[in-house]
């Protein structure tokens, strides 16, 4: 059986730079999924419950240190729709990847896609999101 067919949407403009995040509200939902997952892999299946209410979030993927290659991206999936971001490729660095205006029910059940060229991390990788409006 093939692969199934995902449809990538440009993400708004992100930071890659670590973000201090605003925690009123905030949810995480992944402390240990994004650990040393294998490039071109997708994590677990994340479930954010919108507790809030509110029809768009903003999603921060932490990275532990990595040496990415190639041309690095974090995706965000969910069924046949996706996110994409780039990420930098300087060497042994913390990464803070943010994606906003995601659609809540988008994120209702989505995976994390390493595309980073190397593994993630064995630590420090988590995903946190913040209601918008």
Known sequence: MGAA?????????GSQELIDIMVYKAETVS?????????N???????YNNASGKTYATVDVRLGAISPTGTPTIQLISG??????????????????????????????????????????SSGNFVTITPQY
């Open 31 to 39: 402390y240990s999924e994004l650990n040393s997952l294998a490039n």
């Open 80 to 121: 046949s729709t996706g996110y994409e971001m780039s990420i930098s490729t300087t060497a042994n660095v913390l990464r803070a990847v943010r994606f906003v205006d995601i659609p809540a029910t988008f994120l209702s059940s989505f995976t994390v896609k390493n595309n980073s060229g190397v593994a993630l991390a």
């Open 5 to 13: 067919s995902v449809t990538i949407n440009t993400a708004p403009v």
């Open 41 to 47: 892999t997708e994590s677990a299946s994340l479930i």
